[in-house]
């Protein structure tokens, strides 16, 4: 195996991830006992966070309010989902702004990416927003019944929605995606890029899981279909919450059994092999324009840190 | 690390699970040429299964029909996804009875899970199958859009639909589940027992992810919710695509931390610890009413076997 090896025991590269890190205990159990449900939302130490689409609202450094903040935030909004416990035993709950708001002195929208990119607020916000994020897209996608069409409401404290026609149970749905670094036999990895990235990024190839297949199987499908490149042993590495919008990132190495690549020119702008000396330089600059690598906020780029740190 | 090592490089443990293996070449490029998936649908060589829910046609040990028998078949749906290209270059469709068919002599309607168990059709078959029972079930779920509404029109041989009224587009879903063999420091590992499941049968914890969570995260979220027992290092085995209805798989192993077990009695039946002997006394037994492991078609078999011949 060419691949790098397994971490020490114990050691557990997800929580390394942005995003992946929570200090909530979610108490699923709760959700459906509406008593403790109302209880939780009625504490006065309640915390609270607004989202409007993929923007996040932040005052004073902070994406969670509580008190008379909070209190303003919840008549703004329809759905409150309850995100869980946080270690002092408050509640946390996490709300969509029904149009864009009007922000005062001091506040901000903020999209989730620059919020992670650009440490806005505490690393310890990104698990919440990432569950906040994914669950009132889910929302947003399910206000109508698919099976019949008819209106659905919001109820286990938003991680269900009821059809009010066909009485269809719907629950928060989470899109698992395959992404990957290549390795061949020369010590090389392979990265590409597509015409929306910024200029000279490069990373590892990914995309959606199908229905019907393994993890390995779509490493294969995937970078086969985007750079032609036969792929065989598959090594799980890490996994990632991707809340753009409800994405599960399942990291993997792959080890090449072909070299010779072609770029699926619908989906790529480049694909190419590149060499452990360009990939620590690429790691070394974030300058736009220069050949480099994804910021620390993706898993990408964690795969591409870990191999490059091999020897 | 008390866990099973890893498997030599280059063996992939999802590879020997059921639903895993499928000939076929989706070829997913060529699902929006409209001009070739017709020409698909024409060529004679074309195969079909076709679905009733999770119940598939079966005649003569084959759940897969050409020629005429595709033709008369294909008279009976109105939704035909394209599943892809056997090694031979035929291509292979899938499709929806509208309502229950009358069985002609010698046809059967099997549900998909005894199909494996029982070896019904050969196992080739069992990929192409769970690719169209979750593609399938996705467009029971879609015919109306869940932002406002409106019929649902399905495009891309069958991987897209699109609204008629908002013009929201919809992918096809596959919803991630842990499932998790727990071991703790005294060599004996954690199965449980849902009320619904026969007699003597113990088998790996599981659940559904949650939105933004990691897959060693979820496996410690559910492993506490279900038993009280808290897991600390986690480790990816292998994946398995369930296509009842569309879920993958995500089989781990992980380390307790705990010892002192206490049920989730809405959830469980019962949950144990089990040593290697009584494990390996299960596995050698499908008796009901005898304690015993789940068959070979679930992964969680896969991982208890793994386990259980370490020494």
């Known amino acids: 195996m060419i691949l790098p090896p397994d971490p020490p025991s114990g050691f557990d590269w997800s929580s390394h991830n942005t995003y992946s890190v929570s200090l909530l205990h979610r108490h699923s159990e709760q959700r459906t006992d509406e008593t403790l449900v109302q209880r939780h939302l009625d504490d006065p130490q309640r915390r ?13 450094g902070r994406a969670d309010f509580e008190g008379n903040a909070a209190s303003a935030l919840f008549q703004e909004t329809d759905t409150q989902i309850f995100l869980g416990l946080d270690p002092e035993g408050r509640p946390w709950f996490a709300g969509e702004f029904r149009s864009e708001p009007e922000l005062e002195p001091g506040e901000a929208l903020v999209d989730l990416r620059s919020l992670a990119r650009d440490a806005i607020v505490g690393s310890d916000s990104f698990g919440p927003l990432a569950q906040a ?85 779509a490493v294969r499908r995937e970078t086969k279909e985007e750079s032609g490149i036969d792929v065989g042993a598959v090594r799980y590495h890490a996994s990632q919450p991707w809340p753009f919008p409800a994405n599960l990132m399942l990291g993997c190495y792959g080890e090449a059994i072909s070299t010779d690549i072609e770029v699926d020119k619908a989906e790529m702008d480049d694909c190419r092999w590149f060499s452990r000396d360009e990939v620590k330089a690429m790691l ?27 020897k």
């Open 284 to 310: 070394a600059t974030t300058e736009v324009g220069k050949l480099h690598c994804p910021p620390r906020l993706a898993v990408a780029r964690h795969l591409i840190e870990v191999w490059a740190d091999l």
């Open 48 to 60: 609270l966070m607004m989202l409007f689409g993929d923007r996040v609202l932040v005052r004073s």
């Open 133 to 217: 994020r994914a669950t009132l897209f889910w929302h947003q996608r399910h206000r109508f019944c698919g099976v019949c069409g008819a209106p659905t409401v919001s109820i286990a404290a938003g991680y269900q929605r009821n059809c009010t026609g066909c009485g269809t149970q719907h629950f928060p749905r989470t899109d698992p995606v395959v992404i990957m670094l290549i390795q061949d036999g020369e010590d090389r990895v392979l990265l590409g890029r597509t015409p929306r990235f910024e200029a000279g990024m490069y990373t590892c190839l990914a995309g959606f899981m199908e229905p019907g297949e393994t993890v390995e199987d």
